[in-house]
């Protein structure tokens, strides 16, 4: 079986020699392609229902940005090996001294351990390593007492061939069905592997996949990354071409939904996702995708520039710049969180390296996993310690790239700037993001009234510098190679909130093809059901006018309904209604105030185009007054 880094190595060694997406050509690969392509070129229309059903009545399941926590994933990509217990131990100890007070509250196995033999009469793993002393239950109080959370890395759909030789081990709660009945011979994750996969057709299957999902959940695991989810679906490899048996997509859709309804709040990080159709099953079942290649050694190459142009099929996107970028129109309050892979601080060249990687996935909203050890790190925790970078990531900060056009980033590299991204705070402060990818020096610059919307010049605070830069109507900044400028920006006055940096879900998305708008642009394709806008809003418990800056033209009277959820937990807060008359033309923006109740921390305001609802609205800009 090839591990996570002879696969790797097979990924790099296509990039050096030029992207060939071996096996494209036969109908399989073919199929990958056009569905690929089709939902890239579509995906406004595309969004899934049951999740924009859910965002639309104010109780979303989930919420960005994502965890921040320590993975096994550097030890064992060095080594090619599973991570000695006493090695994880060391490292348990010295993340909860270490990162656990700035805010870091899990740890996570990874990979390497497809040799794992010893299960339970259900067929479950019972631990990371079969020489492992102790079993997950032990770890989970383990590091439970550490203040930790603990998450594990394994596939549901994976079955031991020891699980499957074994006729006394049967499939939970089905005592008539062995585990062996629910694979089909040869049907290994590559040729040869220790692991088979489950044939989600085969009666007891559903019973397999979610008990494994409450196996771990109920010993106490509150993360699961199940990874390998695009060679379930194809049996199809970017670097390595066919590695085993097509499921299809049918399957490995009821695959997922399963483990959601198993996982209960268990978070379920979705890793190697062929991610069709802008990824509306994954956006639907996971709580984070992966959208990008694997972080392997890291360094600057992988961060920044391995390939940038996208394919149909896993990975899209090569690196974290273009993944974060080509996703960040599905990201935000409420949505899916995106994830980078973990972060290897110490393989950067130099500190302002440093700096861009950790500012990038600030800027994205994204889970920020540790992949150094206790051993490797040297003096460099210190750049995920830094607490007013922590302060914005812990506020809810889940930005975007700056957006020159609506149209999709894979079919124009043009249309959003990788290098500049903005996001916006719950209490209205902005945070800016600069970076320079190349290899020489260059300026970068924000402008605070045509970009972020600003009347007058607001005070700016370097977060990296912990220095106040003064009051200023905008923001230019020479950067070194390689190097970024991470800013807050607060402006005075009744705290606005621009539509173009909120969460978009259903058929909304950016435009700015109509004048008149403030900031970048507007959020517009309001106009179907399951379509909406979330921006998080903080300011007290209690009932708040909101003045909605907004445009109809359809004809005749328009309609959204608006919801307010606590951040947390999801609880819905409020209910209310926005009516906008129609004017002639969609430049005629008006002010449409309404009266939302808030609670007594950040809140989800959502703004949806419900069944109920009629025509549609063009939505620019939210401000509390």
Same mark, same amino acid.
């Given at each position: 079986?090839?591990?996570?880094?002879?696969?790797?190595?097979?990924?790099?060694?296509?990039?050096?020699?030029?992207?060939?997406?071996?096996?494209?050509?036969?109908?399989?690969?073919?199929?990958?392609?056009?569905?690929?392509?089709?939902? +890239?070129?579509?995906?406004?229309? +595309?969004?899934?229902?049951?999740?924009?059903?859910?965002?639309?009545?104010?109780?979303?399941?989930?919420?960005?940005? %994502?965890?921040?926590?320590?993975?096994?994933?550097?030890?064992?990509?060095?080594?090619?090996? &599973?991570?000695?217990?006493?090695?994880?131990?060391?490292?348990?100890?010295?993340?909860?001294?270490?990162?656990?007070?700035?805010?870091?509250?899990?740890?996570?196995?990874?990979?390497?351990?497809?040799?794992?033999?010893?299960?339970?009469?259900?067929?479950?793993?019972?631990?990371?390593?079969?020489?492992?002393?102790?079993?997950?239950?032990?770890?989970?109080?383990?590091?439970?007492?550490?203040?930790?959370?603990?998450?594990?890395?394994?596939?549901?759909?994976?079955?031991?061939?020891? /699980?499957?030789?074994?006729?006394?081990?049967?499939?939970?709660?089905?005592?008539?069905?062995?585990?062996?009945?629910?694979?089909?011979?040869?049907?290994?994750?590559?040729?040869?592997?220790?692991?088979?996969?489950?044939?989600?057709?085969?009666?007891?299957?559903?019973?397999?996949?979610?008990?494994?999902?409450?196996?771990?959940?109920?010993?106490?695991?509150?993360? #699961?990354?199940?990874?390998?989810?695009?060679?379930?679906?194809?049996?199809?490899?970017?670097?390595?071409?066919?590695?085993?048996?097509?499921?299809?997509?049918?399957?490995?859709?009821?695959?997922?939904?399963?483990?959601?309804?198993?996982?209960?709040?268990?978070?379920?990080?979705?890793?190697?996702?062929?991610?069709?159709?802008?990824?509306?099953?994954?956006?639907?079942?996971?709580?984070?995708?992966?959208?990008?290649?694997?972080?392997?050694?890291?360094?600057?190459?992988?961060?920044?520039?391995?390939?940038?142009?996208?394919?149909?099929?896993?990975? +899209?996107?090569?690196?974290?710049?273009?993944?974060?970028?080509?996703?960040?129109?599905?990201?935000?309050?409420?949505?899916?969180?995106?994830?980078?892979?973990?972060?290897?601080?110490?393989?950067? %060249?130099?500190?302002?390296?440093?700096?861009?990687?950790?500012?990038?996935?600030?800027?994205?909203?994204? &889970?920020?996993?540790?992949?150094?050890?206790?051993? $490797?790190?040297?003096?460099?925790?210190?750049?995920?310690?830094?607490?007013?970078?922590?302060?914005?990531?812990?506020?809810?900060?889940?930005?975007?790239?700056?957006?020159?056009?609506?149209?999709?980033?894979?079919?124009?590299?043009?249309?959003?700037?990788?290098?500049?991204?903005?996001? +916006?705070?719950?209490?209205?402060?902005?945070?800016?993001?600069?970076?320079?990818?190349?290899?020489?020096? /260059?300026?970068?610059?924000?402008?605070?009234?045509?970009?972020?919307?600003?009347?007058?010049?607001?005070?700016?605070?370097?977060?990296?510098?912990?220095?106040?830069?003064?009051?200023?109507?905008?923001?230019?900044?020479?950067?070194?190679?390689?190097?970024?400028?991470?800013?807050?920006?607060?402006?005075?006055?009744?705290?606005?909130?621009?539509?173009?940096?909120?969460?978009?879900?259903?058929?909304?998305?950016?435009?700015?093809?109509?004048?008149?708008?403030?900031?970048?642009?507007?959020?517009?394709?309001?106009?179907?059901?399951?379509? %909406? #806008?979330?921006?998080?809003?903080?300011?007290?418990?209690?009932?708040?006018?909101?003045?909605?800056?907004?445009?109809?033209?359809?004809?005749?009277?328009?309609?959204? $309904?608006?919801?307010?959820?606590?951040?947390?937990?999801?609880?819905?807060? %409020?209910?209310?209604?926005?009516?906008?008359?129609? $004017?002639?033309?969609?430049?005629?923006?008006?002010?449409?105030?309404?009266?939302?109740?808030?609670?007594?921390?950040? $809140?989800?305001?959502?703004?949806?185009?419900?069944?109920?609802?009629?025509?549609?609205?063009?939505?620019?800009?939210?401000?509390?007054?």
């Amino acid at each position: 079986m090839l591990s996570r880094r002879d696969l790797l190595k097979g990924s790099a060694a296509t990039v050096v020699g030029g992207l060939t997406l071996t096996g494209l050509g036969s109908p399989a690969g073919a199929a990958a392609g056009q569905a690929g392509q089709t939902g +890239q070129a579509e995906h406004a229309e +595309q969004a899934e229902q049951a999740d924009m059903a859910t965002v639309a009545a104010g109780m979303p399941r989930r919420r960005g940005p %994502g965890p921040l926590y320590w993975s096994t994933y550097g030890y064992n990509n060095w080594y090619n090996a &599973a991570m000695p217990e006493d090695v994880w131990k060391d490292n348990v100890d010295w993340v909860a001294e270490t990162f656990a007070p700035y805010g870091y509250r899990m740890v996570c196995t990874d990979g390497w351990c497809d040799k794992t033999a010893v299960v339970t009469e259900h067929g479950y793993i019972r631990s990371f390593q079969d020489d492992w002393t102790h079993d997950w239950a032990w770890w989970a109080r383990y590091v439970q007492s550490k203040g930790l959370d603990l998450g594990v890395y394994y596939n549901p759909l994976w079955a031991t061939r020891s /699980a499957v030789a074994d006729p006394s081990v049967t499939v939970v709660g089905r005592p008539d069905i062995k585990v062996a009945d629910i694979v089909n011979t040869g049907d290994f994750q590559t040729p040869g592997s220790d692991l088979c996969w489950v044939d989600v057709t085969r009666d007891g299957a559903e019973e397999y996949v979610k008990g494994y999902v409450t196996y771990f959940r109920e010993i106490g695991a509150t993360f #699961l990354r199940i990874d390998f989810l695009a060679w379930y679906e194809l049996g199809f490899d970017q670097s390595e071409g066919y590695v085993g048996v097509a499921h299809g997509r049918e399957a490995y859709v009821q695959a997922l939904a399963w483990m959601r309804e198993a996982a209960g709040p268990m978070q379920l990080s979705l890793v190697m996702p062929n991610l069709f159709d802008h990824g509306s099953a994954e956006r639907q079942y996971g709580d984070l995708i992966r959208i990008d290649n694997d972080a392997s050694y890291g360094t600057w190459i992988i961060l920044s520039q391995i390939r940038q142009s996208w394919q149909p099929i896993w990975s +899209q996107w090569e690196n974290p710049f273009a993944g974060f970028t080509g996703f960040s129109d599905v990201s935000g309050p409420g949505q899916v969180i995106l994830d980078g892979d973990p972060v290897a601080i110490s393989s950067y %060249g130099n500190d302002g390296e440093r700096e861009t990687a950790v500012s990038l996935f600030t800027m994205a909203g994204a &889970a920020l996993a540790i992949t150094d050890r206790v051993d $490797t790190i040297g003096d460099n925790a210190r750049f995920f310690q830094n607490p007013e970078v922590l302060a914005v990531h812990q506020a809810g900060l889940v930005g975007k790239p700056v957006y020159r056009t609506t149209v999709p980033f894979s079919l124009d590299p043009t249309s959003r700037d990788t290098e500049r991204w903005i996001g +916006q705070l719950p209490d209205g402060a902005w945070v800016v993001g600069l970076f320079n990818r190349s290899d020489d020096p /260059a300026t970068k610059a924000i402008d605070f009234a045509s970009e972020l919307g600003l009347t007058s010049p607001a005070p700016a605070r370097d977060l990296w510098a912990h220095q106040d830069l003064g009051t200023m109507a905008s923001w230019s900044v020479d950067l070194a190679p390689h190097a970024c400028s991470l800013v807050k920006i607060t402006p005075g006055g009744p705290a606005t909130y621009q539509s173009e940096v909120g969460a978009w879900f259903g058929s909304a998305r950016f435009e700015n093809a109509v004048g008149g708008y403030t900031g970048l642009g507007y959020v517009t394709g309001l106009d179907t059901p399951g379509a %909406g #806008l979330t921006v998080l809003m903080s300011a007290g418990a209690g009932r708040h006018r909101l003045a909605c800056r907004v445009a109809n033209a359809t004809g005749g009277s328009s309609s959204l $309904t608006v919801t307010t959820a606590d951040y947390d937990s999801g609880r819905l807060i %409020g209910t209310t209604s926005l009516d906008v008359p129609s $004017t002639p033309t969609w430049s005629d923006w008006q002010t449409r105030e309404i009266e939302v109740q808030l609670g007594p921390g950040p $809140t989800m305001v959502t703004l949806a185009r419900s069944s109920s609802d009629r025509g549609g609205v063009h939505v620019d800009r939210l401000t509390l007054a």
